[in-house]
């Protein structure tokens, strides 16, 4: 039996995020893109998962699996209605859910904002508005009053890489569905200064709570001439917001697969060149764009390699390679996996996935880098944006004419390695 024991207050967990699992959350953007005449949307999100009605007996759920640690995400759409107004009666609700989580013997982890946005801010511009960082700063501390001293780890935005790219910058469907480099830029520098605001009001009310940015990394590789582009890419997906958490309390690192760009020599060549930057640029977006409908061009798995639903490569131990990427960036920082999970219909596949995750993090963690905790996305089969619910990432499987949950085999194995501390495997 070989035996990877994991250090003492490692944080073991699953994560939702509000628009993904709650259901007929009507006041957002995302509600408005799903129904938009020619939407790139597969299905609206509807009903969801009933979460916001049923997360009682879900919260009971993953604690009965041996779970010590929930990440969920609070709905500014909710919370927030109309500029200004802030409903109470959201904020009890989710204060009794973290209450509950305590009561529970799970760690609440809350997101302060998971991709979504309320309708009324997405009309004047989202996070193009000037006023939206200190409209999110605002959000925030109406927020952790009212969770008070309840909630001690915050990550205040889910991948905002991932928001700036894809709904800014046009890498994939994502309201409000811009295609431009100077728009994903300008996204880019607000979701920095949001999530800066946001940490220091945190802070400010809550000194001892841990505050830090979750962030969409993945595995890199590339030829001689994808390289410069490359890098390129990465420094604007992802270091821009490596940066931007320099003074957090931890890093949050969510990885699902392994990317790889070969490109022409040329290409390379052209990156290296100032007067090349804007074609690159250009490039970027349109390599992705393609790959997000797995149409390739130009970036590709290894031959052979095994595909998830979503069309990734299936790479468990990427996670690995960009939590070293995270510590060699931000050297002696917590780090903690806010997300690793695959979508697959062979739960049999989630478990191998969830082994060699494990697996190759127990090496990380060997080598001296400060891994605290390892949340696997998702908790429950749930709406999964642009893709509806065709994509099965759960642990808990659901039946949405029912909404009865049924946990699958990879719940109860994590589970039980999470009650153990430590990942069991035979020979």
């Known amino acids: ?84 107004t802030f409903d109470q009666v959201q904020m009890d609700h989710y204060r009794r859910m973290v209450e509950l989580c305590r009561k529970s013997k799970l760690t609440p982890m809350v997101t302060l904002n998971h991709f979504t946005l309320p309708k009324w801010l997405a009309d004047r511009g989202g996070w193009l508005s000037p006023s939206t960082p200190g409209l999110f700063e605002r959000f925030t501390r109406r927020v952790v009053e009212a969770l008070a001293d309840r909630v001690d780890w915050y990550c205040t935005l889910n991948e905002p890489g991932m928001v700036a790219f894809g709904g800014y910058g046009g890498g994939f469907p994502f309201p409000p569905g811009l295609k431009g480099i100077e ?19 945190i802070k400010e009310l809550r000194p001892d709570a841990k505050v830090g940015l979750t962030n969409a990394m993945q595995e890199w590789e590339s030829n001689a001439g994808g390289a410069p582009v490359m890098k390129y890419a990465r420094r604007l997906m992802e270091d821009a917001y490596l940066e931007a958490a320099v003074d957090d309390d931890f890093i949050g690192v969510q990885t699902y697969t392994r ?47 095994r595909s998830t639903q ?36 062979d739960d049999a ?20 880098i400060p891994l605290q905790g390892y949340i696997h996305w998702s908790a429950f089969d749930n709406f999964e944006w642009a893709s509806g619910y065709a994509m099965q990432f759960g642990l808990i499987a659901v039946d949405r004419a029912t909404q009865e949950r049924t946990v699958k085999p990879s719940g109860r194995f994590l589970g039980e390695i999470s009650r153990a501390n430590r990942l069991r495997l035979p020979g």
Not at 183 to 201: E, N, P
Not at 269 to 298: C, H, M, Y
Not at 310 to 319: C, K, L, S, T
């Open 1 to 84: 039996m070989s035996d990877f024991a994991f250090p003492n207050g490692f944080l073991w967990g699953t994560a939702t995020a509000a628009h993904q699992v709650e259901g007929d959350n009507t006041n957002s953007d995302w509600w408005a893109f799903e129904l938009k005449p020619g939407t790139p949307c597969k299905e609206p999100s509807g009903k969801a998962i009933e979460h916001y009605q049923r997360y009682p007996r879900d919260i009971a759920l993953l604690a009965g699996l041996g779970f010590n640690t929930y990440r969920f995400s609070v709905e500014w759409a909710r919370i927030e209605p109309t500029e200004g």
């Open 183 to 201: 728009s994903w830029k300008a996204a880019t520098a607000a979701l920095v200064q949001a999530h800066k605001l946001s940490r220091a009001a």
């Open 259 to 305: 990317i790889r760009l070969d490109l022409a020599r040329a290409a390379g060549l052209l990156a290296n060149l100032a007067l090349g930057i804007p074609q690159i640029e250009k490039l970027i977006v349109d390599r992705f764009t393609a790959w997000q409908r797995n149409a390739g061009s130009g970036i590709s798995h290894e031959p052979g390699a």
């Open 310 to 345: 979503m069309g990734y490569e299936f790479r468990p131990q990427a996670v690995a390679a960009t939590v070293r990427r995270a510590a060699q960036l931000l050297p002696g920082k917590p780090i903690i996996v806010t997300e690793h999970g695959v979508a697959t219909a």
């Open 349 to 368: 596949e989630r478990v191998e996935f969830i082994t060699e995750g494990l697996r190759s993090l127990h090496q990380v963690i060997a080598d001296g």
